[in-house]
């Protein structure tokens, strides 16, 4: 994958069932360059993620009110990607407010 020319942000969307994953999924960003905030269903699994950012509560909540903030203020950047570590049926629910953004599903 080719370095960022400057750090963009990327955001993992997990669950219970994907935070293996997306442990994964952030060691892999962080080390090509990226900046990666983690939106977790799970408190207590910072460490486990190993995101550069975490939130926690409910991953579709915390996705629509990140997008918000993106629209709202010049200090929150849109992600380049999105990447979703969840289970199929809340992957599905989450698309609906993810059209027109890089989405990659990891399941």
Known sequence: MQ???KQQTVLIVADASGLGKAGQEASRLKRDGFHVVAL???????KQVGADEVLTGDPQTLL????????????TTY???????????LAGAIGSLLSGYPVKVIA
């Open 3 to 5: 370095t960022p020319s």
């Open 40 to 46: 977790l269903s799970d408190k207590g699994a910072e």
């Open 79 to 89: 992600p380049e990607r999105i990447y979703l570590c969840t289970e199929r049926k």
């Open 64 to 75: 629509k009110n990140y997008i918000d903030a993106c629209e709202k203020s010049t200090h």
